[in-house]
């Protein structure tokens, strides 16, 4: 393997904060622009990896072309209620995607992702801060020899703030996990396979880190729920910014 | 799935609180055995610095670098601290891109590393 590859053009490059050129319209687009990345080390909850597995028995398709139709159709495979806006240029390394997620009490939360990594059998969304988690979540395929291509969802993730972590207490892993396992089956719905999705989860490190607390700050979900409070006012006010 | 590649990576002790893990080749989820075990080997009872010597990585990708967030984890827990030389610029990019840089401390050399951690 060494030496037959190379993951030059795979990575994005550093940024600062990510800026919302392109996306597919309707998303409210808040939460994005302006945020910094985040990985696990700038969480604040338990350190969590989660891994959802579909075999794709009865499929000849390779590695290569599940992580192609799973790029290219990454939206409609996730469930109702939630929304993946994504980027023009499609899921390539350094493009930002805009998601609207459903949360208990009809809320939305509007935040987004930076493509990390992609490759032609992997790639790699990475949160910003405000989202519910920091960390990222790894999408792969592979296949043994003479084996169906199996097809992964890998997060690994911190709550990114106290509230977040009692949200992810209280449903939210479990609805994570719903939300996966969702898009693994409809993956393998995809190439004609009725797929039995398999859930591993690992507590990486149980400490909390209380320095983070402060990320509460970024909060997606506040800020969403301000920002639809806030409507009214906005659409009150549209007459008068027209006007100058 | 990905072959396993287990070939083990060098371990030196260039004092009893200090250990260097020479890296080789690739990082990816295929190499955590050969990780995890050098980190092992890697970590005593008196260990307060763990050095990562890159010199030699030729290839990571996204499942290599949360291999290295995992490795941190272990390391904060077994209150020491994790160091790195030897990245290319390229590596270098990924780190900051992951801000594994924040957590990790990145030297240009073996001895910068070393004397940061004496």
């Known amino acids: 393997m060494s030496g037959s590859h190379t993951d030059g053009d795979a990575w994005a490059k550093p940024v600062e904060k990510l800026a919302v050129s392109e996306v597919e319209p309707g998303g409210a687009g808040i939460n994005v622009a302006g945020k910094r990345p985040t990985s696990p080390v700038q969480g604040f909850g338990r350190m969590w990896q989660k891994t959802y597995r579909v075999r794709l028995t009865g499929s000849d398709a390779t590695p290569a072309q599940v992580i192609e139709v799973w790029k290219r159709d990454f939206p409609y495979f996730w469930p109702k209620g939630n929304r993946f806006f994504a980027p023009l240029a499609g899921i390539a390394p350094g493009e930002v995607a805009v998601l609207d997620l459903s949360m208990p009490g009809r809320l939305k939360l509007s935040t987004g992702v930076l493509v990390m990594y992609a490759d032609e059998e992997s790639f790699t969304l990475m949160t910003p801060q405000g989202h519910m988690f920091s960390g990222w979540i790894t999408f792969s395929a592979a296949q043994d020899d003479g084996e169906p291509t199996v097809a992964q969802a890998q997060v690994l993730m911190r709550a990114s703030d106290p509230l977040y972590e009692v949200g992810m207490t209280m449903g939210g892993h479990r609805q994570e996990d719903r939300h996966w396992e969702h898009t693994l089956r409809a993956l393998a719905e995809a190439f004609g396979v009725e797929g039995d999705v398999s859930t591993e989860t690992l507590c990486v490190d149980k400490r909390r880190q209380w320095g983070n607390a402060g990320n509460v700050w970024h909060n997606a979900g506040i800020r969403s729920g301000m920002y639809t409070a806030s409507a009214p006012l906005r659409f009150a006010a549209r007459p008068f910014r027209r006007g100058g | ?118």
């Open chain 2, 1 to 118: 799935m990905t072959e396993a590649t287990t070939a083990s990576m060098t371990v030196r002790t260039p004092s009893e609180e200090i250990s260097v893990i020479d890296i080789d080749g690739e990082i990816t989820a295929a190499r955590e055995p050969a990780l995890m075990d050098a980190y092992g080997r890697a970590s005593g009872d008196r260990t307060r610095r763990v050095v990562l010597n890159f010199s030699g990585l030729e290839y990571m990708n996204s499942s290599g670098i949360g291999l290295l967030v995992t490795l941190l984890v272990r390391a904060n827990r077994n209150h020491q601290r994790l160091q790195a030389y030897g990245l290319s610029e390229h590596y270098r990019q990924i780190f900051e891109l992951t801000r594994l840089d924040e957590a990790i401390g990145i030297y240009d050399d073996e001895a910068a590393a070393l004397a940061a951690a004496a």
